[in-house]
């Protein structure tokens, strides 16, 4: 049993297995058919399909995973991963979905994780997506429940597979350990307040934690009013003259059609913006293209993207200039890594998109850690205070708007022993 | 209150109120700013931004709904709505996708319909979708989960509102009642099985009901390989001899690759194959684009398709030929319309999906019944045997190929009373 594991393991290493979205890639390098895709679009699939965890360094021997549990204390969730001999991984869930999501967790995924090799987590995840272990299908069930139940497990497997190495997991995924510190940006969830009342927000927070760089919202969430309007225009260049030395980023959560994204990315070029997120809606492709066009400054998206095939379409037709996986919801550290990597083949960058809930900060802090293209901040939205955790020598609250990566083994964070024995185990 | 929200359906109806995917669509037609979208693409989203369900004959005065129920009697699920008359709507809902979504159902989504006007469902899913009512944000949600929830609830909704003006939902949905008889086609989920064997399955369930059209499946699903490739070729050919006069589809559940699925649709025009539905997997549009443009033949897809856009891009930029949103999965019959409405203006088929679970059939002849532009043959897998269900005067089992529309108030379908007061009321 073992030695099959470590034969398999061993294979798969040797042949540089890819990963989904493709299928039987071989047949789309037949040029005499005609039927190949382009160059740009092949160069992207090929960086994307590449695992995300480093192989020479994950335990030579197999690490069968034995349970793969679901804790639940107060409003946080944890997934706690041991294999047969005993060793444990833990991570922290997004509660904000796992909330809705407990019984596909524990009846579903979870159990398919069970018996598989840690060190195959990448393939395992591939194999459930494209299997019918779910009815229907489970590929149809692709979304923010579904892979938010994978990246919670994934998170607790890399924990364990550092703890096994006694390696942080930053030098297990991408290109390794490459970063130490982190720029992060504090990110407003405010929408509506008078210009004047953000200003203040911000003043208040930048100075907390001595943000280098900010992100405020603009229009009405998937659509615009009279009064968004109104507001977009005082506070483009309110925020400008409020913070002349700061990074300045806008997220407009796809409020825009094309014209009224144009005029407002028109005057984010005047007061040198450094992105523009989702000026349309998320899956309005063509409207963000042509927006995408006609703006000289960055666009970034991603953030609402469940698919590999259609991230890296959207990075092949020029949908998006920065792209922003969200590590829960776009199903954990590897594929987002691999998203990553397909933009670093073209020259895109890349900023990891969290929500606030449980330790998704220190998250995107560890994937900036070990991807060449990270972008220069991070999002921060403040630390959720009903999680005893901590990492030795790491503050959770910035210092001068900057965290220092974790470097323990595993995730690198210690919750209170107290806090996950008192936690109710979630059952069928 | 009631002639407060009477004014506000009857200033809606008669401004001709638009819904997702556009948001202040105004912006779009000013051509002088160039940055319209092209003429096809606008005609789509016109067509489908207009309400399925016929307004002029909704009742004149609001349907205020007092409660929207999640009832479970074994593995099936039922929606149970009612209006602070006392009157009542009832559905079966997709026991499948129920059966992981029961948290999400009666915490989140039921109680944003409760109150709300049942002559406006269309615009409180739209509103629904757009808000920030779950966190994060509602859109975020979109998914299979996410839109069966919404469908079941419409359906119980649609059930409502047709006992009160005592009609089929037939005359209040999409053309209205067009179609008395529905021809149905006998869809197999067998994989992997021998050629043979397959063509025994179809002989017997061909005669049970008389069908003249069947659908198999090719491929793998989501890959292929050199068993699944030798099994199709065989089966292909084999099929047509076996049932010479039928009217043949096959569904490959995105096996393929470009080069392989053109190979399958030429083996396939070769034996007048009728449609050949997902080549490519379902997120694989530039794939499935050369495959269509590639062959001769229709090719059908959308059942994976969640978003109202992608779909509309689906069609615009000619990915599918035949259009096929599932009733479930993409949110429910009103939605589903809009689909077939924007395939009807520019010459598309619509076929709905439908899963095997609950009253999913007769939901697809529903829908036949009412848009111009179904398919001869719509999708039957047979009938859940522990669903006692009844339509007065229709046989559940088709007869020659064909099910009769159910033509009582409402979705025209009684379910046994002691099955409904038995079933556990699931709450919070």
């Known amino acids: 049993m073992d030695r099959r594991h470590f034969l398999s393991v061993t294979s798969l290493m040797g042949a540089g297995w890819v990963l989904s979205p493709e299928i039987n890639r071989d047949h789309y390098e037949d040029s005499k058919s005609g039927y190949s895709l382009p160059e740009r679009a092949q160069k992207l699939l090929d960086a994307a399909s590449k695992p995300a965890i480093k192989q020479d360094v994950l335990p030579l021997n197999p690490v069968i995973l034995?349970?793969?549990?679901?804790?639940?204390?107060?409003?946080?969730?944890?997934?706690?991963?041991?294999?047969?001999?005993?060793?444990?991984?833990i991570a922290v869930s997004n509660h904000l979905i796992l909330r809705y999501s407990q019984s596909l967790f524990v009846e579903t995924i979870a159990p398919f994780f069970e018996s598989t090799d840690a060190r195959l987590v990448e393939k395992t995840i591939d194999d459930l997506y494209r299997s019918s272990y779910l009815t229907p299908s489970t590929y149809k069930w692709q979304g923010i429940q579904f892979w938010s139940c994978i990246a919670s497990i994934e998170l607790a497997i890399l924990d364990l597979l550092g703890k096994l190495v006694e390696k942080n997991i930053t030098h297990i995924l991408g290109n390794g350990r490459i970063q130490e510190e982190i720029g992060v940006y504090r990110a407003s969830g405010n929408r509506g307040n008078a210009p004047e009342e953000e200003v203040d927000f911000f003043r208040e927070q930048v100075e907390?934690?001595?943000?280098k760089a900010i992100k405020y919202r603009l229009g009405a969430r998937m659509h615009y009013t009279d009064d968004s309007t109104k507001r977009d225009r005082a506070l483009i260049p309110l925020m400008r003259e409020?913070?002349?030395?700061?990074?300045?980023?806008?997220d407009a959560n796809g409020s825009y059609d094309i014209q009224t994204a144009i005029e407002m990315g028109r005057l984010q070029e005047e007061y040198e913006y450094a992105f523009f997120?989702?000026?349309?809606?998320?899956?309005?492709?063509?409207?963000?293209?042509?927006?995408?066009?006609?703006?000289?400054?960055?666009?970034?998206?991603?953030?609402?993207?469940?698919?590999?095939?259609?991230?890296?379409?959207?990075?092949?037709?020029?949908?998006?200039?920065?792209?922003?996986?969200?590590i829960f919801y776009f199903g954990g550290l590897s594929r987002s890594i691999r998203i990553a990597r397909a933009a670093e083949s073209i020259g895109m960058t890349c900023t990891p998109h969290i929500s606030g809930a449980g330790l998704g900060f220190l998250y995107a802090v560890l994937m900036a850690a070990c991807i060449p293209n990270a972008g220069p901040y991070h999002e921060y939205k403040g630390v959720d205070q009903d999680l005893p955790a901590e990492s030795p020598g790491i503050s959770f609250i910035p210092q001068n708007g900057i965290i220092r990566v974790p470097?323990?083994?595993?995730?690198?964070?210690?919750?209170?022993?107290?806090?996950?024995?008192a936690a109710q185990h979630i059952v069928k």
């Open 66 to 89: 034995e349970s793969v549990e679901l804790l639940k204390h107060g409003r946080q969730f944890l997934v706690r991963v041991r294999n047969n001999e005993g060793a444990e991984g």
């Open 277 to 326: 997120e989702e000026p349309c809606p998320f899956d309005h492709y063509d409207e963000t293209r042509k927006v995408t066009k006609a703006l000289d400054m960055i666009v970034a998206g991603g953030e609402q993207e469940f698919s590999m095939r259609q991230f890296i379409w959207q990075m092949d037709h020029n949908v998006i200039d920065l792209v922003q996986p969200d």
């Open 208 to 211: 907390a934690i001595g943000a």
């Open 407 to 421: 470097s323990e083994a595993g995730i690198g964070v210690q919750i209170d022993p107290d806090f996950v024995s």
């Open 242 to 250: 409020s913070f002349p030395d700061l990074t300045l980023y806008s």
